[in-house]
């Protein structure tokens, strides 16, 4: 499904004078707006291919019609996100649920959305039919040096794939771990982990990152051998300077204070990238902000102040990807409703009063510190975050545009309802 630009402009215009009100009293409230909007503009979250069609649970998986049936469609997909928004202007492709066979082509059309390829995941964590060995008892861990190989090699050629379609970074997420007391030797697990994880880094071309995402547990519930963040940090510190820890929100133990993993990564220089989610319990994969959006704005005035302390390019110099599982809502409006929370998490964050805060603190003013957070966190950005969308050429409601043109329908006309996208 195409979206013409005039569709998008009709909307905004029938929007514009309400949304003027809007902003005008947001410009009058945020001191630093116009340097707020700019900043929103050249921000991107990659979206996930795995993400555009439903989920499922172990339980069952309800398809919810239209769901791109190839990596083209998902391209499209993401298109249309980022034609509603302009802020999904990169894809995140999983291999191999999604192999570019003409990966030219593939480019190419990426570049007609105006997108482009953020890491490329490899996956050791499922068996595919043809494989020789399997990755039951772990992948880079696993106690058989072919099954090592087998996962080594794989990650080379999902490398090889990101190359062509220009990607840059290569995200590692290991399953591997042990569900009972005694299966694995801690050390060896990690040695063996180590090991592989440097014939993977040095396949990389020179220009490229590693990301290694770490998660408490699921699938395997006694011990994950990239646990933690403590964890991940301790290899990527092994591997090199090209190699860093990812933060998928999703993967702590509960209560786990994000904020502060994220400031100290920072601060080492190891924080790569984000999986961005929202979770009331394990890794749920909800929308972004959609539970805890008071510690997604905490976690952002983190990313913030770190950077900023490291005179870091905000937009391009960590990797921004949403990592979701949709099971019950149309996972392009989940996506939307995704980057609207992250955009707007992310411009209160931008919006914290930083030399008043450091006075606070300085003085330990606890009261004044908090205050200062919260009127950041209070203030209503919707009409900056539209401004800056508007800008960019998006529509100031991306979510009612889509309803309005009926987008999924339209798709489900396209596709068909019983369609599968690859993917969980
Ligand atoms: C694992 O839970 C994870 O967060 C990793 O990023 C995977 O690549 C992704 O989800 C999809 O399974
Ligand atoms: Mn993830």
Redesign the pocket.
Known sequence: MQLEKYKIQQHNDDLLTRHQRRLNFAVSEIENAEAIIQKLVDFQIAI?S?ALGTGGTRFGRFAGGGEPRSLEEKIEDVGLLHALNQASGAISL?IPWDIPKDAKAIKTLAAQHGLKFDAV?S?T?QDQPDQALSYKFGSLQNVDKGVRKQAIEHNIEVIKHGIELGSESL?V?L?DGSCFPGQLNFRRAYQNTLESLHEIYAAMPDNWKMFL?Y?AY?PNFYSTTVGDWGQSYSYVQKLGDRAYTLV?L??HLPNANIEQIVALLLMEGKLGGF?FNDSKYG?D?LTAGAMKPYQLFLIFNELVDGMDARGMNHATDLGWMI?ASHNVKDPLEDLLQSVEGIMMAYAQALSVDRKALEEAQSISDVVRCQEILQNAFRTDVRSIVAEARLRAGGALNPLGLFRQLKVRENLIAERGLKTVATG?
């Open positions: 996930p795995w999983h995941n996956n964590f995200t997420w399953s995402e998660k699921e998928d999703g993967h999986h890794d994969d990592d969980l």
